[in-house]
């Protein structure tokens, strides 16, 4: 069997310019994505889908309170990122965020009093565009470079959020 780690560094340019840090933090994001997915979108019966919508309705729908001390300091990361001077960024333009869902994200970056669910719903909504741009080729594109902080706070929100849904 070949090496997916080995393979990634012989055959995709600047994977071996990423450190270790960089690599896990990478890998292990589709990893607590999916268990995301399928705790809050796959409950009921339902096929586990975290559209925009769908991630909306399951933090609207939970019985526990999702104050945070991470989803605080991740707050701060992509507001930081996102928004300067309460103007989309750059970075913000790329991540293509929805027409219906940017007004939201922005209230749940911007707003110093912005309740936990609307904090929690925007960062999902971040990290779900994360996700998208993840799978879809475009980190791939620039080998993921400068990523980490993304990762790393995508990874923390997630890994903070999914105990909120309970086992299934």
Same mark, same amino acid.
């Given at each position: 069997?070949?090496?997916?780690?080995? /393979?990634?560094? &012989?055959?995709?340019? !600047? /994977?071996? *310019?990423?450190?270790?840090?960089?690599? $896990?933090?990478?890998?292990?994001?589709?990893?607590? /994505?999916?268990?995301? +997915?399928? @705790?809050?979108?796959? $409950?009921?019966?339902?096929?586990?889908?975290?559209?925009?919508? $769908?991630?909306?309705?399951? =933090?609207? !729908?939970? +019985?526990?309170?999702?104050?945070?001390? =991470?989803?605080?300091?991740?707050?701060?990361?992509?507001?930081?990122?996102?928004?300067?001077?309460? &103007?989309?960024?750059?970075?913000?333009?790329?991540? &293509?965020?929805?027409?219906?869902? $940017? *007004? #939201?994200?922005?209230?749940?970056?911007?707003?110093?009093?912005?309740?936990?669910? =609307?904090?929690?719903? !925007?960062?999902?909504? =971040?990290? *779900? #565009?994360? @996700?998208?741009?993840?799978?879809?080729?475009?980190?791939?594109?620039?080998?993921?470079?400068?990523?980490?902080? *993304?990762?790393?706070?995508?990874?923390?929100?997630?890994?903070?959020?999914?105990?909120? /849904?309970?086992?299934?």
């Amino acid at each position: 069997m070949a090496d997916p780690a080995r /393979w990634l560094n &012989q055959n995709f340019s !600047g /994977w071996s *310019n990423l450190t270790a840090q960089e690599k $896990r933090a990478i890998r292990d994001f589709p990893v607590l /994505w999916s268990i995301f +997915e399928l @705790r809050a979108t796959g $409950r009921n019966g339902q096929r586990p889908n975290a559209t925009p919508q $769908r991630i909306c309705q399951a =933090v609207d !729908g939970l +019985e526990a309170d999702p104050t945070s001390e =991470v989803f605080h300091q991740a707050k701060i990361y992509f507001a930081n990122r996102y928004f300067h001077a309460s &103007q989309p960024t750059y970075a913000f333009n790329h991540l &293509q965020v929805h027409q219906d869902h $940017r *007004n #939201r994200v922005r209230d749940a970056l911007l707003d110093e009093n912005a309740g936990a669910n =609307v904090v929690l719903i !925007g960062l999902l909504l =971040v990290i *779900n #565009r994360l @996700r998208n741009n993840f799978l879809h080729g475009e980190k791939a594109a620039y080998a993921f470079s400068g990523q980490l902080n *993304n990762f790393r706070y995508a990874n923390a929100v997630l890994m903070s959020a999914i105990p909120l /849904w309970g086992e299934l």
